[in-house]
């Protein structure tokens, strides 16, 4: 049932200061939890990116550490995920998931709008017998459109796709699978340090079954949140964040914790 606990799971702290403050705010951007903001790394600039949800109702949980890195400058974007996976049921195991490796390109970034399709090789690095990954290499796009509607109010809208080639189910059965997501955010800059974050998410996804069929299934969440960053006169930003993913339609009744933890800083 890997396609189905951890899929649903991978869509899915606070600091003290050990420096002065920058004399200007640094705005807050591409720190968003289930949505991908539009908006690569700038020249220079490095990005380190850890997550961590908990599912209340199967006490699995995900935590994935991500690092960003411009190649040159803010056109084109490299980076890597790697998930670390509990499964609670049956097994009780954890173990590092499918790592993901991605190439983003800043096709359009204007005061007002930002467009930066990504596309990503997963990696078959997570052990399928304990639903930890698929022992498959999978291709994934994703379109990230970021919308400055106001001083205060911004928006952004994902969709996106997987295919993963034979992918496994535990026992060892295989299919090709293909996923669907999609999603759409609205942040409401308090301050340029502080923010109100709601977002609305979803997957449609195939999971091999025993006997090599496939079963869709459907997730959907809302998730409200709240983000805010420290700035350093070194040029580090540090954003923490929290929100409280909630089922809704197919996922109704179940229920997360998100916690989010953002570097940023330059290397050059």
């Known amino acids: 049932m890997w396609n189905k606990r951890v899929s649903r799971m991978l869509v899915f702290a606070v600091c003290i200061p050990l420096q002065g403050y920058a004399e200007e705010s640094k705005k807050i951007e591409d720190n968003s939890f289930l949505m991908e903001e539009a908006y690569n790394q700038e020249a220079g600039v490095v990005q380190h990116i850890q997550s961590y949800q908990y599912t209340q109702k199967t006490k699995d949980w995900v935590y994935t550490f991500t690092q960003e890195w411009p190649l040159r400058d803010q056109t084109h974007q490299l980076s890597y995920s790697i998930p670390v996976v509990h ?4 097994l009780n195991s954890s173990g590092v998931g499918d790592i993901a490796l991605n190439y983003r390109y800043q096709a359009i970034a204007k005061d007002e709008i930002a467009l930066s399709p990504r596309l990503a090789v997963i990696l078959p690095t997570g052990d399928y017998r304990k639903s930890h990954g698929t022992d498959a290499v999978g291709i994934q796009t994703n379109i990230p459109l970021s919308v400055t509607l106001s001083d205060t109010v911004v928006t952004h809208w994902n969709i996106g796709a997987t295919y993963t ?6 026992g060892g059965a295989k299919a090709n699978t293909t996923g669907f997501n999609y999603g759409a955010s609205l942040i ?3 301050s340029e340090n502080f923010n109100l974050m709601l977002e609305a998410v979803g997957i449609t996804s195939e999971a091999v079954q025993p006997d090599g069929s ?13 983000r805010f960053a420290s700035n350093y006169s070194s040029g580090l930003q540090i954003v923490p964040g929290i929100s409280m993913p909630i089922g809704i339609g197919p996922s109704a009744g179940k229920r997360n914790i998100f916690l989010y933890l953002s570097f940023e800083h330059p290397f050059m």
């Open 165 to 170: 080639s034979g992918s496994k189910e535990p």
């Open 214 to 226: 496939k079963r869709q299934e459907n997730t959907a969440f809302i998730n409200p949140g709240v």
């Open 87 to 90: 499964m609670a049921d049956p």
């Open 188 to 190: 409401y800059l308090t």
